[in-house]
C-alpha cells in the first residue's frame, strides 16, 4: 500500500470524537451529527477532517463558537454552514437582544385612533 494512503487506515470516528472533545462540546456535537448524516460513515471523514483544520486556519475558540451558533439555527449542522460564518466574522457577534426603542416610540406609527375613522 502507498505512503499516502496509509494514513487514511488510521481515521475512525473515536479518533475524530476524541480531537473534536479536545476543542469543546459544540464541536463535539457537530463531529457527531457529520459522522451520523452518511450511511456509509467513512464517506463522512473527510468532512469531519475539514471541520477539525478550521482551528489551525481561525482558531479554537472561533471554531467553537461557531458550532455553537450554528446549533442555534439547525439540528443538522454541515461544515459548510461553520465555514460560512467563520468566513463571515459572524462567530464573533454576541447571542444579547438588541436593545432600543419600541415601535410604539416612533412617531410614524398610526394608532387605533387612526383607524377609526375621522372625527
Known amino acids: 500500500m502507498p505512503e499516502d494512503h496509509r494514513k487514511y487506515i488510521q481515521w475512525n470516528a473515536e479518533r475524530f470524537l476524541s480531537w473534536a472533545d479536545g476543542i469543546g462540546e459544540n464541536t463535539a456535537t457537530i463531529a457527531r451529527a457529520i459522522l451520523?448524516?452518511?450511511?456509509?460513515e467513512q464517506q463522512s471523514y473527510k468532512s469531519c477532517?475539514?471541520?477539525?483544520?478550521?482551528?489551525?486556519?481561525?482558531?479554537?475558540?472561533?471554531?467553537?463558537?461557531?458550532?455553537?451558533?450554528?446549533?442555534?439555527?439547525?439540528?443538522s449542522p454541515s461544515f459548510k454552514s461553520i465555514q460560512t460564518i467563520l468566513a463571515?466574522?459572524?462567530?464573533?457577534?454576541?447571542?444579547?437582544?438588541?436593545?432600543?426603542?419600541?415601535?410604539?416610540?416612533?412617531?410614524?406609527?398610526?394608532?387605533?385612533?387612526?383607524?377609526?375613522g375621522k372625527q
Open 36 to 40: 451520523s448524516s452518511r450511511q456509509v
Open 49 to 75: 477532517m475539514a471541520l477539525l483544520k478550521l482551528a489551525d486556519k481561525y482558531s479554537v475558540i472561533r471554531l467553537e463558537a461557531a458550532c455553537k451558533r450554528v446549533l442555534l439555527y439547525t439540528p
Open 88 to 116: 463571515a466574522g459572524q462567530d464573533k457577534l454576541t447571542d444579547e437582544p438588541v436593545t432600543g426603542k419600541s415601535s410604539s416610540e416612533f412617531s410614524f406609527m398610526r394608532g387605533a385612533g387612526y383607524y377609526r
